[in-house]
């Protein structure tokens, strides 16, 4: 059992698996796509990696604006995940991801990580943070119910 965090944007889908435990989320991949709307080879990626990974849930960022109300992105990621659900039969949750794309920078200037090698690792960290926000979250309130 394991999670995927994706994290949407308009020509790059960043992608993030747990660990069997559900504890540690892992930068696996940047999958690039040629246009805004070409995403047929993105999401037969995505069903490889499920496969792959065994991946029985999906958690897609949600790109809000600052003060917490919807930006135009999140009605893209929203029309993504909801796809995404239909093709691969799997949950596809929504996930706050405000600041990631920017912390997952921070992180790699911190690293080192300059230029083109940061556009390289910055989508599927990214798509760590997102998923380690929601894993963390839901480890959170699992441990307090015990």
Do not use: C, H
């Not at 691969?88 to 992180?107: C, F, I, Q, S, Y």
């Not at 090698?117 to 997102?130: M, P, Q």
């Not at 380690?132 to 959170?140: A, F, W």
């Amino acid at each position: 059992m394991s999670i995927m965090g994706l994290d949407f944007g308009t020509s790059t889908v960043g992608v993030a698996i747990s660990d069997s435990m559900l504890i540690t989320a892992l930068p696996i991949e940047t999958i690039t796509r040629k246009g805004e709307n070409k995403l047929r080879r993105t999401y037969a990626r995505i069903k490889e990696l499920i496969e792959e990974y065994s991946v029985d849930r999906i958690v897609v960022g949600e790109p809000k604006n600052m003060n917490g109300t919807d930006s135009e992105m999140s009605e893209l990621a929203g029309d993504f995940a909801e796809e995404l659900e239909k093709k691969t039969g799997l949950p596809v949750e929504m996930w706050d991801e405000r600041m990631t794309t920017m912390t997952a920078g921070k992180v790699l200037q911190a690293a080192g990580i300059k230029g083109a090698n940061k556009k390289k690792y910055v989508d599927k960290l990214a798509a760590s943070i997102i998923l380690q926000g929601y894993l963390n979250y839901y480890g959170q309130r699992e441990n307090n119910a015990l």
